[in-house]
């Protein structure tokens, strides 16, 4: 007798995930508009823009129907489009597959210093403040990509101080380099 109901549900979920990209497509400009703050940041482009409006879309849709509140969907849309735009912006990861991790790649080399590149990292971290200094200097040295809740809890700042901390050193790397 549980199948029935495991078709319905997935009847109901796959009704939900089209009536959320028939609101995405709808609504292009509510969601350029949502993510115009972040956007220049986030490493996406207007396409996994659309992917990640209609899950979050989809996670709206979701939340309305769970609190019985149909009438708030674009309220909760807005806070989880946000937060995920956010979150890429910042460096998280949205969503986490197990998939993606499975997947063969290269195999990790050993990483040899090579002292030409080391020399053009120090004559672009001049440009940068002491304190900018020390946190590039430490991101570099991780042997895995940093989140900035992780560059946070190093060195006992905000997670908004250490984005901008991150996003003005390199900005001002980027334009001493011109």
Request: glycine share 2%; charged share 30%.
């Amino acid at each position: 007798m549980t199948r029935p109901v495991l078709i319905d549900q997935q009847a109901i979920s796959n009704e939900m995930w089209s009536m959320a990209m028939q609101w995405v497509l709808a609504n292009r400009k509510l969601v350029r508009q949502i993510a115009s703050p972040y956007f220049r940041h986030m490493m996406a482009e207007s396409e996994d823009l659309l992917q990640e409006a209609t899950i979050a879309a989809f996670k709206a849709l979701l939340a309305a129907r769970k609190k019985a509140k149909p009438k708030q969907f674009v309220s909760f849309f807005r806070v989880i489009f946000k937060t995920n735009c956010i979150k890429l912006a910042s460096g998280i990861e949205t969503e986490y597959y197990v998939e993606v991790h499975n997947l063969p790649g290269p195999e990790r080399e050993e990483v040899q210093e090579d002292f030409e590149d080391s020399e053009a990292v120090e004559e672009a971290l001049k440009t940068v403040s002491k304190r900018q200094r020390e946190i590039c200097l430490w991101l570099l040295e991780q042997p895995e990509p940093a989140s900035t809740p992780e560059l946070a809890r190093e060195f006992n700042i905000s997670r908004r101080h250490a984005c901008r901390l991150i996003s003005n050193s390199i900005k001002q790397i980027a334009e001493a380099s011109l």
